[in-house]
């Protein structure tokens, strides 16, 4: 394992449902990004953190809302998602955001009905 | 956009046989990166080469950087099935915002 952990590894929730993905890294990085990668489509940054400071929001509509609380850990809120959100949550970190290498977790694989 | 282009999408070859993916982009880049992700799975760091490097080795893969080109190709020998995955390059960008921009992989399968 890459020391990137997140849960629930699966998710199915309706569309007026809340629900939050978390993520945790013990890389001991300082940086964290949340992608979003759909079928047939190149994996999409969504969000990134230095220092728990978000340092780029890549136009992600306001159903998404990341929260980093320390360094260590990275939620991704959700809130009156569509169908097209369906997809695999992928969370990363790096040593900095110096563009070096990312690990990255297993994913939430998540169906919006 | 830099965004980096695999080639060929999909490959599919037997085992002991080598694989070459193909990786294009638009811009200048500092490096280039090379990730595998088993399906369904998070992606996996393969191997880095920097702009000044024209080719880079780690165990059966094989990575040459043509700046020249805007071009990087993958190479692995002696395939296994173990090795099936889609594989991704990822560019960043001279000068660009802190993020890596992913093409959308070569889907490669290793048959037994």
């Known amino acids: 394992e890459t020391g990137v952990t997140q849960t629930p590894r699966h998710l199915v929730m309706g569309m007026t449902n809340k629900k939050s993905l978390k993520c945790e890294q013990h890389?001991?990085?300082?940086?964290m990004y949340w992608y979003k990668q759909s079928a047939k489509k190149p994996l999409e940054l969504m969000f990134v953190y230095n220092f728990k400071e978000q340092t780029e929001n890549n136009s992600v509509p306001s159903r998404f809302s990341p929260e980093c609380p320390n360094s260590s850990h990275l939620f991704l809120h959700l809130h009156t998602l569509q169908p097209e959100d369906s997809a695999l949550y992928l969370c990363a970190s790096s040593q900095d955001p110096s563009l070096e290498t990312q690990y990255f977790g297993p994913g939430t694989r998540l169906l919006v009905l | 956009s830099q965004q980096g282009e695999e080639d060929p999408q999909a490959l599919s070859i037997q085992e002991g046989e080598n694989a070459t993916m193909n990786c294009s982009y638009k811009?200048?880049?500092?490096?280039l990166q090379w990730y595998r992700q088993n399906s369904g799975r998070g992606l996996v760091h393969l191997i880095l080469i920097r702009s000044n490097e024209r080719e880079k080795h780690s165990g059966r893969l094989r990575v040459t950087l043509d700046t020249s080109k805007k071009s990087s190709s993958l190479l692995i020998t002696a395939s296994r099935a173990a090795d099936t995955a889609s594989y991704f390059c990822a560019t960043d960008g001279r000068g660009g915002s802190e993020k890596l921009v992913f093409g959308k992989g070569t889907k490669l399968t290793v048959n037994p």
């Open positions: 890389l001991g990085h300082n940086a």
């Open positions: 811009t200048s880049i500092n490096n």
